[in-house]
């Protein structure tokens, strides 16, 4: 027992001396960032002067979440072959911002979304409905990570049910987890802006990447880098024999007897895979990173560098998870963590320790907790930038102060805007802390895909498109997605729901993206052609800019 505490604490010293390294590099990076964040340009876009491989890696950093990285393995160590499809999906989505979104958006917008949605609109209905929308996402994205947070510091610093750990209970290192993440994002963003926020974001790219490459060639070292092996094993010591590497046991699930509910699940996996693939080109933090490049060319190029590295991410989790599966075992995880969300530093644990002992153990754990930290504070901070500029470069200049506000006052209003976010992040995290997390971000998916993305490509190519539908679509796409998670067996009516004792599910799939995406777009057709306003001048600026990058904002600083 003495050497099994003496193990742990030597786990915990080293986690939190790593996180603390962690941090400390990546606020003097911030630090350095804001020495050369001056103008509104600098603080929204980093002054356009990242090249594509920079990008790229802020990309990949961005989507590469915590729950991408503990999330997706933990799924692939219970639910095997099915885990993998929400990977699928997440790659997949990079197709539809590289061929429709990317270039387009670049040459046309200055800032926020928004600049491209009310180009040739009226301005201030649109820029409020699209901060709204923004801030709607970037919210249920945001709680998300910062619930997350909290859950994996208790979880990582082994702090178990009547046990401490520097005074600390597990509920109170929730908390103390969450603040912490709220204030050092809010660091990151009103101190380092975009150019701060982007360097941070490289480093934590390679931060994470590096963790995960580590610990799958471990992985793979124990079989030989034989892979049929390893999942043999992983098939056997799940309990599902073949079916683990087969579809069928998490998502479109076959029910004996019940031909209706069979159907739903197999709709529902529809639904979430069209909620993963068409959210990711409307994502507000993702959107926002095609404007800190020199050029559309560069920005396509950006996603390519992305795309590789999210794929070999990807990948990776799929040896992770498996690994986890043949090697933890199921039973391991889920004792751990009903959700598996903790099957990744399990493993590490496990193979750190079969291939040099505890301390070794204890360093990998120790490594993949500093990564997992890592990719929660690169996606809250690129969340908080997106809210804070939105608000400030939106709302506040072009709505309220009618385009008249000054360079300063508008970098100011947005890093007042970051500080007040962190702080309703933090508050609203700590009393959503029995949250599921999957919904929270399955949520921001379909609200993105719902409301953002068909204005957004409407916008684009829709000549006869105008103000109205652009009203429509946005908060059409929003209310329905929202509605029908509210009346689904996610929000009540079964064991697993948010609330307990109630049933008002009448909403049989779990998430909404199926019916708020068309009704999205229906909303945004029936606006526009319910409007006679029409101002087919500026659509055909708006295409030769679009397509040509003819009167487009280029690199300004660098």
Known sequence: MDLLAQAEGTGRTLTMVLFLLTVAVTIAITIWGHRYTRTATDFH????????????????????????????AGTIALFGYDGFLYSIGFLVAWLVALLLVAEMLRNTGRFTMADVLSFRMRQRPVRTAAAVSTLSVSIFYLLAQMVGAGALIALLLGIKEGETYLGMDAATAKIAGIILVGLIMTLYVALGGMKGNTWVQIFQAMVLVGGALVLTLMVLGQYGFNVSDLLGDAASASGQGAAFLEPGLRYGVEVPGDAVQTMWNKLDLVSLGLALVLGTAGLP?????????????????????????????????LVLGFGAAAIVGVDAITAQNPAGNTA????????????????????????????AFAAILSTVSGLVIASSSSLAHDLYNSVFRHG?????????????????????????????????????????????????????????????FNTNGALWGIYGGLIASLALVVFSPVFSGAETSLLTGVDIAWFPMSNPGLVSIPLGLICAVV?????????????ATLQVRALTGAGSERATSH
Request: glycine fraction near 12%.
């Open 45 to 72: 876009s980093g002054g356009r002067g990242f090249s594509a491989w920079q990008n790229g890696f802020a990309i990949a950093s961005d989507y590469m979440s915590a729950a991408s990285f503990l999330g997706i």
């Open 285 to 317: 933090h993702v959107l926002i990173r095609f404007y800190t490049v020199p050029d559309a060319r560069v920005a396509r190029k950006s996603i390519n560098w992305g795309i590789g590295l999210i794929g070999a991410f990807y990948l990776m989790t």
């Open 344 to 371: 990744a530093p399990q493993l590490a644990e496990v193979v750190g320790g079969d291939a040099g002992g505890s301390t070794l153990g204890a360093v990998m754990l120790a490594v993949i907790a500093s990564a």
């Open 404 to 464: 008249k506000a000054t360079e300063r006052e508008e970098v100011g209003v947005a890093k007042l805007a970051s500080i007040g976010i962190g702080i309703v992040a933090i508050v609203l995290a700590i009393f959503a802390q029995n949250l599921n997390v999957a919904f929270l971000v399955g949520l921001a998916f379909a609200v993105a895909a719902s409301a953002n993305l068909p204005t957004l490509l409407l916008s684009l190519f829709w000549k006869r």
């Open 527 to 539: 606006g526009t052609l319910m409007s006679d306003e029409s101002r087919t001048d500026r659509f």
